[in-house]
């Protein structure tokens, strides 16, 4: 038994969270729960490069092996089970009890599952740990029949991954375009495009009504549209559902993730939420933003572990940034308010405006446009006017200013 900061998860906010508590000369004890099996390892991987024949299976650590114990960082291997906030205790799985002074969720998302019969069957598979990676690779060979259900990150990247590995790849998204949440029409266009250049088949307004099992397998997947797709495997692509478990029982306020202020902090001032699994709420509109990024994870940590160690005691704030890498395709996006009213495609970029300013941009291989546009947006949005002045490139007008931008 004893006190310090308690990190519940080992995901790269949870890593980052710990490093960062170190960086600042937090001194008191860290203790960073995982809950998987494999050392503390990079995410990314597991849809791209985890998934080809010709890369090691082996997961990308987070940090050197030494690192935990160099840094008095201790990484427990068991799940957290329960927060007793009356008493400041953690227990664990593995019957351990861990006194706090602050506990910090980190305990990230879950893949959605298949709401119909067989989505349990050994050949239906969703993809977020090296486990789920190493699951799938086998069955990503050329020729094997491989349906991907759900249009974003996921079945994208499988999509390009298991094209590469010669399947036959049919993709089923249930609303009419790609990525409807996540980026512009124009650029969801343009890679639809890119995915039929490289033979995947898309399906839009499908959505699975039914599983065909023989021999306690899957072999053909029904659509709502009466079409009958067969399958050697179904790679479930749906979105997350945020682990918010430990927050509800421990009378937590929750909301479709683990609600927390511009503090990033929890109902209870000694436990904070940050990554996958927080949502931050904005005090005056009421609006709540949850995201998944590695991003998101890095920056939240941070700013927790600066609050922890008193180095800050302003509200959280960070740009968000993001990429998907889709074969030869690299998508970047930045943006710094959701929505906009106004599309402008310039080359490989397209800008993203809301009521005259900038707000975001999305870039297909097109690097250097995506590096400009954070930094213009980190510091300010930029108005129409001004960027029509510049042709719309954002390059001239981050060429004016003088702050690098931060590299996460
Ligand atoms: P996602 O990006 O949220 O996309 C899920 C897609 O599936 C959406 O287009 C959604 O459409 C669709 N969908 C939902 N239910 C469906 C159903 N029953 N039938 C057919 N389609 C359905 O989620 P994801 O691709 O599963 O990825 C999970 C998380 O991992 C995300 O947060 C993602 O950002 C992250 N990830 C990130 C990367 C990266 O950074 N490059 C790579 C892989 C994964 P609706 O919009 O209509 O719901």
Redesign the pocket.
């Known amino acids: 038994v004893r006190d310090g900061v308690v990190i519940i998860g080992a995901g790269h906010a949870g890593v980052q969270a710990a490093d960062s508590l170190r960086e600042r000369g937090y001194a008191g004890p860290v203790t960073v729960v995982a809950g998987e099996s494999h050392p503390p390892y990079s995410?990314?991987p597991?849809?791209?490069q985890l998934l080809d024949h010709t890369v090691d299976p082996a997961p990308t650590p987070l940090r050197a092996p030494g690192f935990y114990r160099e840094r008095g960082i201790e990484l427990v291997r068991t799940r957290a089970e329960r927060i007793d906030r009356d008493a400041r205790l953690l227990h664990l799985a593995d019957g351990r009890v861990v006194r706090y002074d602050h506990v910090v969720l980190a305990t990230g998302?879950r893949?959605?599952t298949?709401?119909v019969p067989g989505a349990d069957l050994p050949n239906v598979l969703?993809?977020?740990t090296v486990d789920d990676a190493l699951a799938l690779r086998p069955h990503l060979v050329a020729g094997a029949r491989v349906v991907v259900?759900?249009?974003?990150?996921?079945?994208?990247?499988v999509a390009s991954a298991a094209r590469r590995q010669g399947a036959e790849v049919t993709l089923?998204?249930?609303?009419d375009r790609?990525?409807?949440?996540?980026v512009s029409a124009a650029t969801a266009d343009r890679i639809v495009e890119h995915h039929r250049g490289t033979g995947v088949r898309l399906g839009f307004g499908?959505?699975?009504a039914g599983l065909v099992e023989r021999g306690g397998r899957v072999v053909a997947v029904r659509t709502a549209t009466g079409d009958v797709l067969p399958a050697d495997v179904v790679v479930?692509?749906?979105?997350?559902t945020p682990e918010d478990r430990l927050a509800r029982t421990a009378r937590l306020p929750t909301r479709d993730g683990v609600v927390v202020d511009q503090w990033l902090t929890t109902g209870d001032p000694r436990i904070s939420a940050i990554g996958?699994c927080a949502v931050v709420r904005e005090p005056l509109t009421g609006t709540v933003t949850r995201?998944?990024?590695?991003q998101n994870a890095s920056d939240q940590a941070r700013y927790v572990a600066d609050l922890l160690s008193g180095a800050t005691s302003r509200p959280y704030r960070a740009l968000p940034w993001?990429?998907?890498?889709q074969g030869d395709l690299r998508?970047q996006m930045v943006l710094r308010t959701p929505g906009h009213d106004r599309e402008v495609a310039v080359g490989r970029s397209v800008l993203l405006f809301d009521g005259g300013l900038l707000t975001g941009v999305e870039s297909l291989n097109d690097p250097t446009t995506h590096m400009a546009a954070r930094r213009l947006l980190e510091h300010a949005a930029p108005t129409d006017t001004e960027l029509a002045s510049a042709d719309y490139d954002v390059r001239v007008l981050a060429k004016r200013l003088r702050r690098p931008v931060q590299v996460a």
Not at 149 to 157: A, D, P, Q, R, Y
Not at 236 to 240: D, L
């Open positions: 995410r990314p597991v849809s791209k998302a893949a959605r298949l709401p969703t993809l977020r259900v759900g249009g974003g990150f996921v079945g994208l990247e089923l998204e249930r609303g790609l990525l409807r949440r996540a499908e959505e699975v479930v692509g749906i979105g997350g996958d995201l998944e990024s590695v993001f990429w998907s890498d998508l």
